[in-house]
């Protein structure tokens, strides 16, 4: 099977080295080395387009690297498709399920490989071999009822199980826990390790930090393209582990005046000053299953409240239920003391609260439409006398918001799609800006644009602020959220897990408020603050949410969470 | 019409090409068999020709016209023939009231019928196609069961005159289609619910999130084919001078699709061609006719038909955009 004469048979089962991989210039992976033993669980970690979802597909054949070799067990590979990879043991489970959903659970199964008898499928051995191999999953299923029938996460075990039964010698797994339930958490941590147990690597990628230091033997951490880390987890502080994965230093100073934002703090709200004015924006209890838990939030006039967070943390999503875009399972918004009643986009954005979706494409422009259309979508039915929308109206509004914002195109004729990511963005905002609005929640708004259009779009949310508006930012960019928020509510596995304000908004606080321990269950509703090692945590304020305001129990050192 | 004639070679001039074809090409199109037709055929100008087409035109037209609206918004409303056949089995129900009432309430059954299917598809968000294929289905049911199976002939002085009256020599079926194009041309470019209906199909979630009443839009656009096809019915039924629910509107809801796809409204939504959509329903009128008054063998026709609709959809694909 494996040739032996070469070299000595290696110690690694997979091998990924110095391997690059280039889309359009862009560089996705820079002389990436990855490593992987027998029958060790593997974390790969990394902010978004850090380059883990690339390297795992040059790991499973879906990409060719453009240099750089892959070895599975000391021989070299060149995966042509998936298939090839999965036929010399390397599966993937895939963050969403994709076999057949309205194929038997056991025909999914067996896909591919169905016993046969007469030259036909034999459907009684085939749900025999499914019961049979669900039953050492702990999935206890009809197997012949349609996949689709079944929950999330019992299709994620299905999927796993027929992952491993094609004689699996890596297993990779793509955020396999965020659809499940802990229950069903535990049970594919037991089948981790019995894959463990049988000498099967597996690659486990996920934004759960407690789930890595439960599950995981050793952690590759990216960032940019390049590996940054590679080592045992046992010993590696969270601390550590996010400064590595945000690229910041533990204890560098952070330099003011990088990002475009001011310095000072906006309106009469900002630093540690009293809130006894009512915010303009409350938001309680809000949750969403499996996304958002019991979180809480205050905005106030001029107010820029950041909403921190590891990615998978609940940010978007917290923001999409403050204005009814996500169905909620609970909790209250007010508007200047008023609940809204009716929860939806449109009823958010008739009280004034409005939101700059993350995703651009999807979310926000109306591509064939030109950047009239697309300025003032949501502003039609104020620009219309019995249905009938003035022209010259909607022409004025699109022209001073062209202008304020300094949209480059070639005219308001021009089609949205044919502009830049920074125009369009900024043609977003117009949209909203247009609207007058009393609260503005900004997801990501200046990923994706260009350094140029960045510094104007935070210069102008300082301004806008400035000008009394509430301002919800949301960036992956720690620089930016620092910069930015005059309060900062850091959310971790859809909980609101701390609150800093002011000067204590810096790297060091964010990263360990991050980096906590996360809170376990009988220790939920206890006053810890005063052992909260920082030292230095905000007091828990009259206006905050109980959920959110304890300062979580932080513990540096930890290295092993307390078994559940 | 060569790529030299507009400006030198290259692939920039091509996508401009293209997007001259995609706007203006149906326009030329029907220009050029105009003029063909006219050349090779003298009596083709002659005013009993042009109401005979104006004549048979009018009803497609109006469907299409509905239809161009649903297609703008992502959809498709394969219900419209038989809400004609519907609006034939009510309206000589109630011509003994006269035909203004009889007229109105065939016109309520579209709108009631379009409600069904708006609700279908907005609320229960079934698929355009199913939703309309499931009303288009049941809708020739109940048509039948209203009338019986057998053709009724209509004497009502008023239907008939809908049907075959004219003014200034324009049948009076194509004035009403020709104000039905211009309500919807104004409606599409200048209201507020035109211009939803429209982001709607090109961007369904970000107009929702931009606060659109989605649902209510979808199904005020469902309705007006409903409305626009049972008034089409109505004229079908005065033209002809019967009621024949097994017969009537049968194919209109392919023949308003073609019109609307040739005339250059991309299925893909986000774009309401409605002049284009007047052009595309002439250009049909007139190749069929053309051909069928030079014998060409039905076979034959409907071989060009497909190979016109082909390149109509062909040419309105967006290529060569970044």
Redesign the interface.
Known sequence: MVQQGRAPRSDWILEVAEVDKSFAGVHALRGVDFRLRPGEVHALIGENGAGKSTLIKVMTGVYRPDAGRVRLAGEDRAFRNPLEAQTAGISTIYQEVNLVPLMSVARNLCLGREPRRFGLVDVRAVNRIARETLKRYGVDVDVTRPLGSLGLGAQQMVALARAVRTDARVVVMDEPTSSLEPREVETLFSVIRGLRSQGIAVVYVSHRLDELYEICDRVTVLRDGAVVHTGDMAGLERLKLISLMLGREMSTVRAKGATAFGTGQHGEHGGDGGHEAAPVLRATGLTVRHKVHDVGLDIHHGEVVGLGGLLGAGRSETAKAI?G?LATDGGTVEVDGVPLARR???A???AGVV?L?EDRK????????SVR?NIS??L??R??RA???S?ARQDEIVRFFMERLRIKAAGPDQKV??LSGGNQQKVLLA?WLCLDPKVLLLDEPTRGIDVGAKAEVQALIDELAEQGLGVLLISSDLEELIEGSDRLVVLKDGRAVGHLRGEEITEQTVLDTLAAAPPSEDLRGEDLDGEDLRGEAPAPHPDDHPAQAQGRPTAPAVTKEEPR | MTPTAWAAPGPLDRARLTRLLQSYGVYAALLVLFVVAATLDGSFLSAGNVRIQLFQVAPTLIVALGMALVIGTEGVDLSVGAVIALAASVVPLYLGYGAPLAVLIALVCGAVCGAVGGTMVALARIQPIVATLALMIGLRGVAELINGNSAKPVTDTGLLGLGSDGFAGVPAMAWIAGACAVLTALLVR????G??L??IG??R?????????VRRVLVTVYVLSGVLAALAGAMIVGHGAEADPANQGLNMELNAITAVVVGGTPLTG??VRVLGTVAGALFMQLITAVLTQHNVHTSYTQLVEAVIICFAVYASQ?RG??
């Open positions: 204005t875009a939806s986009p449109a958010a954005i008739r939101m979706a999807t979310e926000g422009i109306l591509p064939n439409l259309e979508l949501a039609l039915p620009l219309a249905g009938v929308v022209g799609s044919d949209r | 200048r209201t507020t619910f211009r939803q429209v982001a090109d961007n979630r970000a107009s929702r999130l931009a606060g659109l009443p986000g774009r967006e955009t970044r």
